[in-house]
T-cell receptor, first 116, second 114 residues
């Protein structure tokens, strides 16, 4: 049973370009979370999605950032017109459908975005 | 808003000793609290979860306590090994249910010296 997959692992973009980060959750998991982690900072929640629905995007910047989790295929975090401040590690986590009220999140290895 | 504080200074201990890491939070009590381990260049790995109505949880050499009066969780690693060296993150969930957004501490770096 493969874990959470993220690709690419490293992504270099120039200012103004678009960055697309992909996340394939663990098999059987229907919930996906995206986090951003900056050096010397903690993980910051960005968005929580279920298949075809955005449940909570309160942590995601209103402009340039978007996320989707289509019925088929991976979840995508898209950053348009990247700026240097977007350079960070972006982690995806997944969890199964709630069998109870508590679940654990399983993290992928992250995508390290560097904006030149 | 909810705030989580973990020991900001790195913890250095000798192999075989018990490591104790602290997680303090403010404001409302979380539905549950989790501890994760993160190695450099990798994603966090879940270790233990403790519910608001639990005082203590154990797993092999790991032990977590949860004091809702003090608003504090302690994470213990007994008989520590150099392989335990990593950053340990505390995360809490405001409420179980549909909003599963976790709030994270900055983590405490642990170094176990041989």
């Amino acid at each position: 049973n493969a874990g959470v997959m993220q690709n690419p692992r490293h992504l270099v973009r120039r200012r103004g370009q678009e960055a697309r980060l992909r996340c394939s959750p663990m098999k059987g998991h229907s919930h996906v979370y995206w986090y951003r982690q900056l050096p010397e900072e903690g993980l910051k929640f960005m968005v929580y999605l279920q298949k075809e629905n955005i449940i909570d995007e309160s942590g995601m910047p209103k402009e340039r950032f978007s996320a989707e989790f289509p019925k088929e295929g991976p979840s995508i975090l898209r950053i348009q017109q990247v700026v240097r401040g977007d350079s960070a590690a972006y982690f995806c986590a997944s969890s199964p459908p709630a069998a109870g009220r508590i679940e654990t999140q399983y993290f992928g290895p992250g995508t390290r975005l560097l904006v030149l | 808003s909810q705030k989580i504080e973990q020991n900001s200074e790195a913890l250095n201990i000798q192999e075989g000793k018990t490591a104790t890491l602290t997680c303090n939070y403010t404001n409302y009590s979380p539905a549950y609290l989790q501890w994760y381990r993160q190695d450099p260049g990798r994603g966090p790995v879940f270790l233990l979860l403790i519910r608001e109505n639990e005082k203590e949880k154990r797993k092999e050499r790991l032990k977590v306590t949860f004091d809702t009066t003090l608003k504090q969780s302690l994470f213990h690693i007994t008989a520590s090994q150099p392989a335990d060296s990593a950053t340990y993150l505390c995360a809490l969930a405001k409420e179980a249910g549909n909003n599963r957004k976790l709030i994270w501490g900055l983590g405490t770096s642990l170094a176990v010296n041989p």
